[in-house]
């Protein structure tokens, strides 16, 4: 994991203190960069590991499932509104052969008042626990709620900060999901 960071970060520094030189020579070098960039990063997507009941792995859904995952606390107020969109969001759509799964982990330094929060809301899908932020620094979140949608081959193709509006309407875009109610939507009897 430390390594992973490490290198992460001497490409980015690299970067950003050559951009200015590559692009003043070749605009093409800086299309490149940007690319190779992107790359590793995606490459490197940390692979989390939290307990929750049970200890829980990101590589445990590798190649199986897309994973939501969403950084929140208990006494994040605007968590506090996104947390029961995705509650919904999972009772419509996650079923027992459903192609993702939800992961809320809780940055709350007391984990009683995390499990009294997801108890509360009644949140269905796991909840998990990273009071040191180790995992949150790891995908450099900086403020909370925080989300990520990350495909099953473990590259993570949609991050927001911030309550997201219309959330269930990203979600369902990424996770090639539709409305539901809306399957018949257009036909003629």
């Known amino acids: 994991m430390k390594l992973r960071m490490i290198l992460r970060t001497i490409v980015l520094r690299t ?28 490459m490197m997507t940390p692979l989390l590991t939290l307990r929750a009941r049970t200890t829980v792995s990101l590589a445990d859904y590798r190649g199986k499932k897309t994973v939501v995952v969403s950084y929140w606390a208990s006494w994040c107020g605007p968590c506090k509104v996104e947390l029961p969109e995705l509650r919904e969001f999972y009772k419509r759509y996650h079923k ?32 998990l626990f990273d009071p040191q932020s180790k995992t949150a620094d790891a995908y450099s979140v900086e403020g909370i709620p925080t989300l990520f949608v990350i495909d099953k081959s473990g590259k993570i193709v949609h991050a927001h900060a911030g309550l997201e ?9 990424e996770l090639g999901l539709k409305y539901a109610g809306m399957e018949d939507a257009g036909e003629t009897k």
């Open 15 to 42: 970067i950003a203190r050559n951009t200015f030189g590559i692009f003043l020579r070749d605009k093409l070098l800086i299309v490149f960069g940007a690319l190779f960039v992107c790359v590793i990063l995606m």
């Open 96 to 127: 027992a052969d459903a192609n993702f799964e939800i992961l809320a982990i809780s940055i709350d330094e007391q984990k009683a008042d995390a499990e009294r929060y997801a108890a509360a809301e009644k949140l269905p899908f796991p909840v």
């Open 165 to 173: 509006q219309a959330m269930q309407i990203q979600l369902m875009g």
